[in-house]
């Protein structure tokens, strides 16, 4: 399966089965959690059969049932710690949809992780993890239009880009981005709002990994 079937099968999902994820998929995923650590700086970690954080009056409110694995994204807190979650804990999204796992980002709808912050460090959100009872449902999108300077006549690979922007999660759908290519580079900024910056962060990682091409 290539990176747009994945993220076209990719959807939110707030309940869960219960069912233990395998101890392969677990090593597969902490693997790519400590190399996206090693890279970033991030400290990225994955909560194994804790249902607690998501045993909360906020959990419940958020239509959340069953979830007991989440990725707790924590990083050194700083200007850029939203967008770099952003990018690194899709990344994780991506590789549990590839393992016929489900997952949801989830913000302020959560209890409290037992996730380990140090000092100077913070926790942005957590992502839901396991196996949905549902495989969830597609979002709207805005008209691509909006969403960059060069519709509608693109080159193949920025279209191919463009779609992959419009299948990635962001905060209440809000897609509140905008690439712009100038001189054969992508640049891409975030607009106004809450949790912007982390949604931006998501949009760079699909655009790079369906196109293989750097986002500044």
Known sequence: MDVLEIMRARHSVRQYSGKEIEEEKRNTLMDLAKECNTKSGLNIQIIFDEPKCFDSTMAHYGKFRGVENYIALVGKKGVDLEEKVGYYGEKLVLKAQELGLNTCWVAL?????????????????VIALG???????????????Q?????????????KGMEAALLAPTAVNQQ????TLKNEKIF?????????????GIVKYHFEAATGRKVQ
């Open 147 to 159: 969403l960059c300077n060069c519709a509608p006549a693109m080159p193949d690979w920025f279209s």
């Open 176 to 179: 509140k981005f905008y690439f």
């Open 188 to 200: 891409a900024k975030a607009k106004k709002g809450f949790y912007t910056k982390l949604d931006l």
């Open 131 to 145: 196996y949905g009872t549902t495989q969830g449902i597609k979002h709207k999108n805005k008209p691509v239009e």
């Open 109 to 125: 709808t959560h209890g409290k992780s037992t996730a380990k912050i140090k000092r100077g460090e913070k926790l942005v959100c």
